[in-house]
């Protein structure tokens, strides 16, 4: 398995623009989640979901954050507007229970909002 | 969850062994002491869990004391790829919400 796969890598945009972070989990993992990471708040998660219905979504920020899962290969992360407050990297990870242990991550996708 | 607090870093020379150290004192006796690093650019990747008893596995040694409220995580012969981010976390087991905290950066000197 190519393990949990998140695009784009890299993103730069300008203030008030539309964001869409892609993440595909891995093959069979029933539980997705979405973390926020920067410096000064560390590791944070947004938001997961259990064979693609949202859990908990407590930790998204504000409205500007929306967040789906169409099928169980699939999930976006969404702001609109961006502000540069959201600069940050965000990662996706799956796993196939609800096992702290059994987390496995993608490589992040680094946000600019400038 | 029980608040976990580490040195916010750390040196270590290569091939010697690295003791990182994490304070838990408020753990629960249902919470499992986690271990996770974060190489630079890359996402967290799991080491190693214990509940009361000593851990180990191939990539490193979990040492909890007796009382529980405080742990080492022991890298037997460190590396310059074990240069990281590492974080300790107090949890049941079962709850999606990990207290990440700001971890200790363990640089690897050679």
């Known amino acids: 398995d190519a393990g949990v796969i998140q695009s784009p890598r890299h993103e730069v945009t300008e203030m008030g623009q539309e964001v869409t972070l892609r993440c595909k989990p891995i093959?069979?993992?029933?539980?997705l989640f979405w973390y926020r990471q920067t410096m000064m708040r560390g590791l944070e998660l947004l938001i997961y979901?259990?064979?693609?219905?949202?859990?908990?979504d407590s930790g998204m920020p504000e409205d500007r954050f929306s967040a789906k899962m169409p099928n169980a290969s699939f999930s976006t992360l969404k702001i609109q507007p961006s502000e540069p407050r959201d600069s940050a990297v965000y990662f996706c990870?799956?796993?196939?229970?609800?096992?702290?242990?059994?987390?496995?991550f993608g490589p992040g996708t680094r946000l600019t909002v400038l | 969850d029980a608040k976990t607090t580490q040195p916010p870093s750390m040196d270590c020379a290569e091939g010697r062994a690295a003791n990182l150290p994490c304070n838990h004192s408020?753990?629960?006796?249902?919470?499992?002491v986690y271990w996770y690093r974060q190489i630079h650019s890359q996402g967290p990747q799991y080491i190693i869990h214990?509940?009361?008893?000593?851990e180990t596995n191939e990539m490193a040694s979990l040492i909890i004391t007796e009382d529980r409220k405080s742990s080492t995580l022991i890298l037997p012969h460190a590396t310059l790829r074990d240069t990281a981010v590492y974080y300790c976390?107090?949890?049941?087991?079962?709850?999606?919400?990990?207290?990440w905290g700001l971890g200790t950066s363990l640089a690897v000197n050679p």
């Open positions: 990870a799956s796993s196939p229970r609800l096992a702290p242990n059994e987390q496995f």
């Open positions: 093959s069979g993992h029933d539980y």
């Open positions: 979901f259990n064979n693609n219905v949202p859990i908990d």
């Open positions: 408020t753990i629960s006796g249902n919470e499992y």
């Open positions: 214990g509940l009361k008893n000593n």
């Open positions: 976390i107090a949890d049941a087991g079962n709850n999606r919400k990990l207290i």
